[in-house]
């Protein structure tokens, strides 16, 4: 895995918390030594000794003699849960090849053999301790770091143990070898390529343009084809030697864990490294990325790509500043920050209104290593470019001139203090995950973690009388010292293009702007929806106690109080029958409500007013139309809880189909169905979608004049149904007492007057799986990428044995793809089984093999899948170690599952509609420790039956 490092600002002022022995570890039967440190006045000051800001009071940081430093943080969210982390400050930007890839391909091979761990066995050590591979082992190289990954399922002592003897190993103890380096050189090409496409090449493309004077190869952290392939040992093992030492390297733990006992397994893995001899020059080394040359006069620069939408963009670039983290440039970058989210909030409303002229817009600043770039940016309809071109720049441009409204700031100020409160409340719980992520960020930028605490009160401090003049003069400043850089991609063409963009740009310059008008909005007026509601009826499920209360109009409220996320409270709706709800003669239907629904507002407000009217509160607004039904997740807090309720109950009962929601959908739809076929992946969910549904046009998507004939009066009805039948079922879990949401409950939806049908579960039928036949599909995108997909027709959840059975099937499978595929062959990078058992349509389900690959090993990939095939229907070819990996993992998620709010959210927002679901998941340990390795083979040669599958091939066009 590679990322692209944005080191953004945060939105708010903090980087910081919103707060057997295994076989190759080492022998801990004799007494450890008592750790050492060097010694300190202030451990702070091993992190951030420019800085006036306050360290984390619950981070424990420590510096090994060696220079090694570890962070610590002890936390019970989830209980019984550790994570480590592993940073070594060392990323492409060190590399010193013509073209990039080593830092990346030494990533990898850490998988690959060190000294006390062979070949192949540390992933399969990790999955049989219950870690699944990429869910709980990852790594990222960025431009200036690589960072290794272990979520430990456990908080036992042995497994964190293994955890940093691992990490020991990929710190000092990699082997390099060139046969093992070969092998990999097959996987770390297959993920450069996955990364090749319109995207990819348009963002190389704008690298270039924005950043002359910048070395290009230090922008693409996932390196290049010619980078992997000059990979050999010597370059890995100069990177490693010279990079990964002590000094540059910062162990991050946080969870269920012992202080004193981590410290001590710390000392003993770690304090035996030895620095190299020329530590100082190793560590002090910065990257050379090149000088930036700074835009003196405004300039322009075209990309073409068919399947890209027109978007274009104003970038001004200055030399980075490389600020230090502290109070005064935190204050500095707020206002920055603030002004940003005023002008992103004005770009968006402009282009609501815009009707057929721009899609999306946006701002946003950011600052790397090597530049300063800000940028406001606009997707816009094709065939008017020019007029959404400069619709930007005079919205750009009034901003800039005329400066942001004081009723702008306050309301950005309401929002950040509500979110800060909010987190205050949160930090007791804040995940362990998070914070270890957080920690691992905020050391490699040499920023400070901060408390939710502080940060709450240094907001109070320095903003609670912030003036409108400073925001803009903030905003101003980022606009400064530079020309524009416009950049526009585009489908086709045209003459002169560079010429014609600086012309449209500065005939727009040439346009008068007025001031900007903000519009006063008060509270929500969707207060009253009827008498309050009674229950009528209520139950508790055995497993969980998950209340359970029907109202007299047949709303269903299941309730579940959980102290996971303190201060926080999570609600779910469904409504409605799903796909039944929708014509299967109308294409595209769900997808027009997904993208106009919401857009289109309601009767009292449009969408842009609404989100003004909600400023200062957690409320979300958000419906999605799915297989079991119209549904809405969304996260709150105790004090918004009916305030949340009452946004959806009022798009249910009053919608108001605005003209801007149809527009956007269209106007969206028109730039956006250029990229359907700009990737395989692309193509599988349009085109296979509906071929896996014998053709029903509720999934998938047809013909660009199909789908833009959808429109409101196809939907009204369909809603009209829906808000007065239903029905209706709300989940409510989290951090409140079961009267608040009752009460909250009963004012909104317990109120309304229409009598609703009791939720229950069904299957939709009519829906068939495909007969076998080969599929042949193109795409548009990278000329050398293939996906090759076997699907075999199973059934749906009904048998939940049989849905666990196939479940650990789909984990062997992959085992054994991984092993043939990506480490035998080095043809993929990420070979995945997949097994479906519908919960919505009758009978439907499948079970699968899927690769991205070369064009060349297509057929080779085949026979491998084909190979799978007959291998498992031989009783005895199924081990247990297959079957222990496979499980492990599964067990060890589910068991920690009720020790956070996943599990019960899920399992609360079909409480009374499908029970089976809390049933299975009481039995679900039973059930898969009872299946075995001859169960899985029965399974194979039941479903997995040669010449029955679907197989799909998604080539080049």
Not at 573 to 583: F, K, N, Q
Not at 935 to 942: G, Q
């Amino acid at each position: 895995m590679y990322i692209i490092r944005h080191l953004m600002a945060p939105a708010l002022l903090s980087t910081g918390l919103v707060f057997s022995v295994p076989v190759y570890a080492q022998d801990t039967s004799a007494p450890q030594p008592k750790p050492t440190f060097e010694d300190a006045k202030d451990q702070q000051s091993y992190w951030f000794p420019e800085t006036d800001l306050k360290l984390h009071p619950r981070i424990i940081s420590r510096q090994l003699p060696n220079g090694m430093r570890y962070l610590l943080v002890q936390s019970q969210s989830p209980k019984n849960q550790i994570e480590v982390r592993m940073a070594v400050d060392a990323g492409s930007s060190l590399e010193k090849g013509s073209e990039p890839g080593a830092a990346h391909y030494l990533e990898h091979m850490a998988f690959n053999g060190s000294t006390n761990v062979p070949e192949g066995e540390m992933v399969a050590l990790l999955e049989r301790a219950g870690l699944a591979f990429g869910a709980g082992t990852n790594a990222a190289t960025t431009l200036n770091s690589t960072t290794y990954r272990l979520s430990l399922p456990s908080a036992d002592a042995e497994l964190l143990d293994t955890a940093l003897f691992i990490m020991r190993e990929t710190a000092s103890e990699l082997t390099l070898s060139t046969s093992a380096i070969d092998r990999e050189r097959g996987v770390v090409a297959s993920e450069v390529r996955g990364n090749y496409g319109p995207g990819y090449d348009a963002l190389v493309a704008r690298f270039d343009y924005l950043y002359p004077g910048i070395k290009q190869r230090t922008l693409l952290p996932v390196g290049t084809m010619d980078g992997i392939d000059a990979v050999d040992q010597t370059t890995l093992r100069d990177f490693y030697e010279s990079y990964y030492t002590p000094g540059r390297t910062t162990v991050v733990v946080t969870g269920d864990i012992d202080v004193e006992a981590t410290e001590a397994a710390i000392q003993k893995h770690f304090a035996d490294w030895k620095r190299p001899a020329n530590a100082e020059q190793l560590d002090s080394e910065e990257p050379d990325f090149g000088r930036l040359k700074v835009a003196e006069a405004p300039r322009a620069a075209l990309f073409v790509e068919p399947s890209l939408p027109t978007v274009l963009s104003i970038y001004l670039v200055k030399p980075s500043q490389e600020l230090i983290d502290n109070q005064q440039n935190r204050i500095q970058n707020t206002l920055r920050r603030i002004g940003i989210s005023i002008l992103k909030e004005r770009l968006r409303d402009a282009a609501l209104a815009s009707h057929d002229t721009m899609v999306t817009a946006g701002t946003d600043y950011y600052s790397e290593d090597f530049a300063d770039t800000v940028v406001a940016s606009a997707t816009v309809a094709t065939d008017k470019w020019q007029d959404g071109f400069a619709l930007l720049e005079q919205k750009l441009r009034q901003t800039l001139a005329y400066g942001v409204t004081q009723e702008e700031v306050d309301r950005q100020l309401v929002n950040r203090l509500n979110s800060l409160e909010v987190a205050v409340k949160a930090e007791e719980t804040i995940p362990n995950r998070a914070i270890a992520n957080v920690l691992v960020r905020d050391v490699l930028n040499e920023s400070v973690t901060t408390s939710s605490a502080d940060d709450l009160a240094f907001f109070q401090k320095h903003f609670s009388d912030l003036k409108a003049r400073q925001v803009s003069k903030a905003l101003l400043e980022l606009w400064e010292g530079a020309k524009p850089n416009l950049f526009m991609t585009t489908a086709e063409t045209f003459p002169n293009a560079e010429e014609t963009i600086l012309s449209v740009f500065e005939e727009s310059q040439k346009q008068p702007v007025a001031a900007f008008e903000a519009k006063s909005l008060t509270s929500f007026d969707y207060e009253s929806f009827g008498p309050k509601g009674k229950v009528a009826q209520q139950t508790i499920s055995s497993f969980g106690q998950i209340r359970s209360y029907t109202f007299e109009n047949g709303v269903v409220l299941n309730f579940k109080q959980t102290d996971f996320d303190k201060g926080k409270v999570f609600v779910s709706l469904r409504t409605g029958r799903g796909i039944e709800d929708l014509p299967a003669d109308k294409d595209g239907l769900a997808g027009f409500f997904q993208s106009a629904f919401i857009v289109g507002g309601l009767g009292k407000y449009s969408v842009a007013d609404l989100d003004k009217v909600l400023s200062g509160t957690q409320v979300g607004v958000g419906l999605s139309f799915g297989e079991d039904g119209i549904s809405g997740q969304y996260g709150t807090t105790p004090d918004d809880l009916k305030l949340q309720l009452q946004v959806v109950a009022a798009y249910l009962t009053d919608p108001a189909y605005r003209p801007e929601g149809q527009a956007f959908y269209q106007k969206s739809l028109k730039e956006t169905y250029k990229n359907f076929r700009s990737s395989a992946e692309a193509v599988r969910g349009r085109e296979f979608s509906r071929i896996l549904h014998s053709g029903d046009k509720r999934w998938g998507a047809g013909s660009e004049e199909a789908l833009l004939e959808r429109n409101y009066e196809e939907l009204k009805p369909i809603i009209s149904r829906i808000a007065q039948k239903g029905p209706i079922e709300i989940g409510i879990v989290g951090d409140l007492e079961v009267q608040t949401a009752l009460d909250a409950v009963a004012e909104t939806f317990g109120a309304l007057q229409q009598s609703f049908e009791a939720p229950k579960h069904s299957y939709a039928t009519g829906i068939e799986f495909p007969e076998a036949q080969a599929v042949s599909l193109t795409h548009e995108g990278d000329s050398d990428a293939a996906l090759l997909q076997h699907y075999w027709k199973t059934s749906d959840d009904a048998d939940a044995t049989q849905s666990y059975t196939l479940q650990l099937l789909q984990g062997v499978i992959e085992l054994r793809l991984r092993d043939k595929l990506r480490e035998a062959m080095g043809a993929t990078y990420s070979p995945y089984a997949f097994s479906m058992n519908s919960n919505t349509i009758k009978g439907f389900g499948y079970i699968g093999m899927s690769s991205k690959l070369k064009l060349d090993d297509v057929d080779a990939a085949e026979t491998v899948y084909q190979d799978i095939v007959k291998e498992l229907h031989v009783k005895g070819n199924i081990t247990a170690d297959e079957l222990l990996r496979a499980r492990q993992p599964i067990l060890e998620a589910m068991n920690n599952a009720e020790h956070s709010n996943g599990l019960w959210f899920e399992l609360a927002s079909q409480a009374v509609s499908y029970p089976e679901a809390i049933q299975r998941y009481q039995n679900y340990t039973t059930i898969l420790e009872q299946i075995t390795p001859d169960d899985l083979v029965v399974a194979a040669s039941d479903f997995l039956v040669p010449d029955r599958n679907v197989t799909l091939k998604i080539l080049p066009e």
